[in-house]
């Protein structure tokens, strides 16, 4: 009896070890790994697999596989460890300010022979202006966008017809923004927060529109300094806590993620937040609501963001391959079709004429809030420095630190530890 | 003696009802949220019951993960585990059970060091070690790290050695070696800790998430735990709550129904693994 | 070796043989990640610097000079400890409710148990559902009762009891079978004639019972404090150590560190700290306690 189980659960051994269940096309020469993150989990995966399916149909050669890899940051860890580890995919979408990172551990590679292929400049002109710089490096482009975006408001129309406000007239500066807030905000009985005038969550991504928008400068070009212990940061931070712990319209701490929901559920009145959750709020939404540029201060000034197709070092047949996938994605039907289903801005201006992109932003004016944005306000890059990860996850723990503290005098001493902080992270670059 | 008897278990009562309702919640909640619509689960109203009994989520969940993959995946490489692990273990624990050989409680003391470093902690060295391998994105790079279990060679060696030494001697007497020893005579015997140890050692793999994280990529080696982690995460958006807990009620679903209806045995063995040690 | 006949020589080989499987995998998979970790700790390994330069102890120094670190370790043992400490009482409390002979106790086994049978992954995503501010289901019923709700996850204060929470919610029942199986085992007999002489309820629990729980107990403790002390399953699904490292325990550090920062060096450093930190501590109880239920059957 005994005997017998043994060996059954030997022979059970064999056959798992045996079965590894792969399932490479037929036919096909070369086979790419791709790595991508998304905004919206389900639905955008899906719709990036069936992209990428028919690709694979669209010809005969080049089999890719793609590969959800969770967040942004998630999908960052799994290329950087693969290529560690001497696994690199071939291409991926990541988060555009990783290059310098990408760079310095020497996993990708430059694409200007491919663009040279293309047609040169011909070629580049054909994308959206504001989203090529952030891929430029010592002379070379190493990037091409693919989900790209800027943070934009939204708000809700029907809360602010509730309260006697012109729905067509979002607030336009920071001081009508707290106003706003301080009409739209609600208590309920037992003293709970029952809705907030205004979230801005906590990353720094929608921190350095403010920053910018105050006249300050966060990052330099060479990406080897940033400037945390600065006026400008100060007043961005007066300004939030006077939102958060004086008027008391806006939460100190809200979860990037979290913050749309809430949005969506009417917790909040305004929200700052991604295009690229455009598509989300609109499916999860009753009511009416709308989008607008974000308020400004002295300048009228936001930045850009979003993911890239990043090329990593493999071999010439893998990266010519992989080339064709990328410009077969960013084609102005494809990235039209992505921006549909997600929000983002079609990285191709051919894509705004694209017929079925152009009814649903002729239907639905709100998609181009974000593209008007970029073309009619000035437009900064995305902080990009070495140590990227390190240094975005000590910013937004300074700004969870802050923002979650109900004492003022703390914002001082806190911006000036990370100052310090981040100078030593990046120490070896200065 | 009836008298207190009775007041005593009245108190239990109060103590265990609520108690027991708080620890259902949770699961009361997974299953409402999974059969609502979106808009409906932003309402700021809460309701227990969903608006109408619709499985989209469900449906949806299915089309966007291929569960199928992963729960046969999962399957394979926690019986895989399993399998190995007794065949490993149980050699080991009659080595230092029962016989007797210079170091061999040094050798003991060294397998013991493997309860102190869980792969999560050394998955740096032994992602570098799979990758050599060229194991990668395979169920076997799951495993292979657990294939010895210095908790299961601990858990066999002490029911081994609680088995008389007069078991094995009509085996010797037969001329058979260590080898017949384990499979005809500890291994029956010792049957309540192979269990307990059967019990911890699948709980435990079908609950991990990191390793499988780190070294899978694609359907064919994700784990249902991973997939589903995979799925809540967004970086524009919060998980579509509706959709994510469809995805957890698929994931969940088949061992929680096993353990519902074979509770009794299933508590039972697990009480018998405590007491045996 | 001239002093061994053939027979024992060849017994000897035998029983290395016996253990030879089960040590293979324990050298690639567990003993050489160690001294790996170990080596790569003395070298600066990250984005800076590509390629290893050697730096002595200077990981080690900057690692314990770092305020972040100490936060982490204080993080990491409040959840351990807390988790761990809380589950083991309510878990032994309720054992003894149920051990009453009350009517069901099916039922109640079973509300209390299956939350083992859920994956942590699995878990972690319900309770970050649960926690939602104004809209997931705690501040529906704090509300819902007129109670002043908090702000859960959002908080640097509230945050981490928040996943403890949820390790309690998970491990409860384990301990509660676990207590049951050692309640059980207790001979009536003893209970008997202690409530002849007078015993109380709680007397009775403290000076019989909890002394024949504890010898098996000891050893599950042990296991699962170094369990928890490894867990990040929970972190790193619901907060990713946020808000403002609230949440950062000590293997999500580490993840943080080698996987997302690539700083392979301090990775490595904090790997080699843990586990000798570990080493250390169980030596310290086997040398002491331990040693009874070690060598005991």
């Known amino acids: 009896m005994y005997k017998k189980i043994f060996v059954i659960l030997l022979l059970v051994c064999v056959v798992a070890l045996a079965w590894t269940g792969g399932q490479k096309e037929e036919g096909k020469t070369v086979y790419l790994r791709m790595y991508y993150p998304v905004g919206v989990a389900g639905p955008l995966a899906q719709l990036m697999d069936s992209m990428i399916s ?27 460890t693969a290529f560690l580890a001497g696994n690199p995919p071939d291409l991926t979408v990541l988060d555009a300010p990783n290059l310098l990172t990408l760079l310095d551990i020497g996993a990708i590679i430059p694409l200007d022979d491919f663009i040279a292929q293309e047609g040169g400049q011909r070629y580049l002109d054909e994308f959206t202006p504001g989203f090529l710089p952030i891929g430029q490096y010592n002379g070379k482009l190493w990037s091409i966008p693919w989900q790209r975006s800027t943070p934009i408001m939204y708000y809700n129309r029907d809360f602010f017809r509730e309260v006697g406000l012109n729905p067509d007239r979002p607030p336009r500066t920071w001081d009508e923004l707290a106003d706003y807030s301080a009409k739209l905000a609600k208590r309920d009985g037992s003293g709970n927060v029952g809705r907030w005038g205004v979230e801005i969550p906590n990353d720094y991504w929608v921190i350095k529109p403010l920053l910018v928008q105050a006249g300050g400068e966060g990052d330099n070009e060479a990406g080897t300094h940033i400037l945390v212990d600065s006026k400008e ?11 958060a712990y004086e008027m008391k319209v806006s939460p100190g701490i809200t979860p990037w993620s979290q913050s749309v929901s809430d949005f969506a559920a009417g917790k909040t009145a305004m929200l700052y937040h991604s295009t690229g959750a455009l598509t989300y709020i609109r499916n999860s939404t009753k009511f009416d609501f709308g989008t607008a540029f974000l308020p400004s201060f002295r300048r009228q000034a936001v930045i850009e963001g979003g993911g890239n197709f990043f090329l990593f070092k493999t071999n010439e047949r893998h990266q010519a391959a992989a080339w064709k996938v990328v410009e077969w994605m960013t084609r102005p039907e494809n990235t039209a079709k992505w921006s549909l289903g997600s929000g983002y801005i079609p990285v191709k201006k051919a894509a705004f004429d694209v017929a079925e992109y152009k009814a649903y932003t002729d239907e639905w004016p709100q998609a181009l809030v974000a593209y008007r944005q970029l073309t009619e306000v000035d437009v900064e890059r995305n902080m990009m420095t070495h140590r990227m990860n390190e240094i975005y996850d000590l910013l937004n723990v300074l700004d969870e630190n802050i923002r979650g503290n109900p004492d003022k005098s703390f914002i001082d001493k806190a911006l000036r530890d990370a100052q310090a902080g981040a100078d030593k992270i990046l120490a070896k670059w200065q | 003696m009836v008298q207190p008897l009775k007041k005593h278990s009245l108190l ?44 989209d989520n469900f449906r949806k969940a299915m089309s966007v993960a291929p569960f199928g993959w992963y729960y046969l995946n999962t399957i394979i490489v926690v019986v895989m585990v399993l399998a190995v692990q007794i065949v490993t273990i149980s050699l080991a624990a009659y080595a230092f059970g029962r016989l007797k050989f210079p170091g061999r409680d040094i050798l003991f003391v060294l397998f013991l060091v493997q309860l102190l470093v869980p792969p999560q902690s050394v998955v740096v060295p032994n992602y570098h070690t799979i990758s050599t391998l060229k194991l990668l994105d395979t169920k076997i790079a799951i495993g292979v790290v657990y294939f010895a279990s210095a908790y299961g060679t601990f858990l066999m060696r002490q029911a081994f050695k609680a088995i008389p030494k007069e078991m094995e001697d009509s085996v010797k007497m037969d001329g058979g070696g260590g080898l017949t020893t384990i499979i005809h005579v500890l291994l029956p015997l010792a049957k309540p800790s192979l269990i307990a140890f059967a019990m911890v050692s699948l709980s435990f793999h079908w609950n991990e998430f990191f390793w499988p994280l780190i070294v899978t990529d694609t359907r064919k080696a994700r784990l249902l735990t991973v997939g589903l982690a995979l799925l809540s995460q967004a970086t524009e958006s919060n998980p579509e709550w509706s959709l994510t807990m469809a995805a957890t009620i698929i994931v969940v679903l088949p061992l929680l129904l096993a353990f519902i209806v074979f509770q009794r045995r299933f508590i039972q063995s697990f009480m018998h693994s405590g007491l045996k040690g | 070796m001239g002093l061994l006949s053939n027979r024992q020589r060849s017994n000897l080989i035998k029983s290395y043989l016996y253990i030879l499987p089960a040590f293979l995998f324990l050298l690639i998979f567990t003993y050489y990640p160690i001294f790996y970790a170990i080596f790569i700790s003395f070298f600066r390994w990250s984005t800076d610097y590509p390629q290893k330069v050697f730096a002595g102890v200077q990981n080690y120094v900057e690692i314990l000079k770092g305020d972040l670190f100490w936060k982490v370790a204080w993080n990491t043992l409040l959840y351990s400890v807390s988790t761990i400490f809380i589950s083991m009482a309510l878990g ?4 003894v409710q149920i051990n009453k002979k009350v009517r069901a106790s099916g039922v109640f086994k079973v509300a209390l148990f299956y939350p083992m049978m859920i994956p942590l992954a699995a878990a972690a995503l319900i309770w970050l559902w649960i926690y939602i501010p104004t809209y997931g289901l705690l501040d529906h019923l704090l509300s819902g009762l007129g109670l002043p709700t908090l702000p859960w996850l959002n908080s640097t204060e509230t945050a981490l009891w928040c996943i403890v929470a949820v390790g309690v919610w998970k491990h409860v029942g384990y301990y509660m079978i676990l207590f049951l199986a050692g309640l059980y085992n207790v001979p009536s007999e003893l209970l ?3 409530t002849v002489e007078g015993a109380g309820g709680f007397h009775r629990f403290w000076r019989i019972t909890f002394p024949l729980l504890s010898s098996y107990t000891f050893f599950v403790f042990i296991i699962n404090i170094v369990d ?26 580490i993840y943080q560190q080698a ?20 080493l250390i501590c169980v030596a310290v109880i086997f040398s002491t306690i331990g040693r009874r239920i070690y060598y005991e059957v």
């Open chain 1, 54 to 80: 028919e690709f694979n149909k669209s010809q005969k050669e080049v089999y890719v596989e793609s590969i959800f890899a969770g967040g942004y940051m998630e999908a960052m860890d799994k290329a950087q």
């Open chain 3, 92 to 95: 032994l409390f309720l054992a």
């Open chain 3, 259 to 278: 996987f997302r920062y690539w700083n392979m060096g301090v990775g490595s450093t904090l790997t080699s700290m843990l586990t000798i930190f570990l």
């Open chain 3, 228 to 253: 928890s002390l490894q867990s990040i399953d929970l972190v790193y699904i619901m907060t990713q150590g946020r808000p403002a490292d609230a949440t950062n325990l000590m293997v999500y550090y």
């Open chain 3, 192 to 194: 008997d004639a202690a």
């Open chain 1, 233 to 243: 940061m100060r007043e961005v931070y007066n300004f939030l806590y006077k939102l």
């Open chain 2, 12 to 55: 239990a009562y109060v103590v265990l009802v609520p108690f027991a309702f708080v620890m259902l919640l949770p699961l009361l909640l997974l299953v409402s949220t999974a059969f609502k619509t979106l808009p409906e689960l932003m309402s700021i109203d809460f309701h227990w019951l969903p608006e109408a009994l619709s499985f």
